[in-house]
């Protein structure tokens, strides 16, 4: 139990030591539906790629029905608050695993074109900000499930400690319980030696009362006689 508490906690202060990131959005481009247009990236230094996926799906859903194509999340018909708030944009967006971690790319698709810095560079503003946000709330996601383990730690620990207490209450139960035992073996051995001594005294004197009642007995015997002795004088 103390090795595995001591691991946790070795793993929690690492954990608190390490962490610090930024999430940094770029513009960057990819290849959709057989061109280059524009979109925003992001790279969150986790590599549970499929817990990124599941949070980013979790917020693409909220745009619309996602569909996948050659290797895109899309949705042709998407409601993005601030970008597409009353006319539907079309979005697409893809998920790698690379060697620092998850990136998110993301393009949004508004009246035939892009958006992008050339085109409706205020909406590319928000996608970036938007794009930001999210990643922010993943690392915030993160470090609230290290928080809830750390927890976990804590009362695996302070229910370690109070079995520990419990251990010690019952060692010094049973020390006293002993000890009482002990103090009442003592008197009965001292009270078995004063017992002891009285039988031998006993056993001693009975053995002088024997030889004694034997004497008696003698003497009785004798008497008898004198007086047996006493018929052959009558006559």
């Given at each position: 139990?103390?090795?595995l508490t001591s691991t946790l906690t070795l793993i929690l202060l690492f954990s608190v030591f390490a962490f610090s990131q930024t999430v940094v959005v770029k513009?960057?481009?990819?290849?959709?539906?057989?061109?280059?247009?524009?979109?925003?990236?992001?790279?969150?230094?986790?590599?549970d790629v499929k817990d990124v996926e599941k949070q980013w799906m979790n917020q693409f859903k909220s745009y619309g029905r996602v569909t996948e194509k050659n290797g895109f999340f899309v949705v042709q018909e998407a409601y993005i608050p601030k970008i597409a708030s009353n006319n539907p944009a079309r979005t697409?967006?893809?998920?790698?695993?690379?060697?620092?971690?998850?990136?998110?790319?993301?393009?949004?698709?508004?009246g035939g074109e892009f958006v992008g810095p050339d085109h409706h560079p205020t909406k590319m503003k928000v996608a970036k900000e938007t794009l930001h946000q999210f990643g922010v709330d993943v690392y915030v996601n993160k470090v609230n499930r290290e928080i809830e383990e750390a927890e976990r730690a804590v009362q695996l620990e302070v229910k370690s400690y109070e079995s520990l207490v419990k251990s010690g209450e019952n060692f010094s139960?049973?020390?006293?319980?002993?000890?009482?035992?002990?103090?009442?073996?003592?008197?009965?051995?001292?009270q078995n030696r004063?017992?002891?001594?009285?039988?031998?005294?006993?056993?001693?004197?009975?053995?002088?009362?024997?030889?004694?009642?034997?004497?008696?007995?003698?003497?009785?015997?004798?008497?008898?006689?004198l007086i047996k002795k006493k018929l052959e004088g009558i006559k």
């Open positions: 139990m103390k090795k513009e960057e481009s990819d290849r959709v539906e057989g061109k280059e247009v524009p979109g925003v990236t992001t790279t969150l230094e986790i590599k697409f967006s893809r998920i790698l695993l690379t060697e620092e971690g998850t990136m998110i790319w993301w393009g949004i698709e508004f139960t049973e020390f006293e319980k002993n000890h009482l035992q002990k103090l009442k073996l003592q008197e009965r051995l001292a004063v017992d002891s001594t009285n039988i031998s005294n006993l056993i001693n004197q009975n053995q002088i009362d024997q030889k004694e009642s034997l004497l008696e007995i003698e003497k009785l015997k004798e008497a008898k006689e």
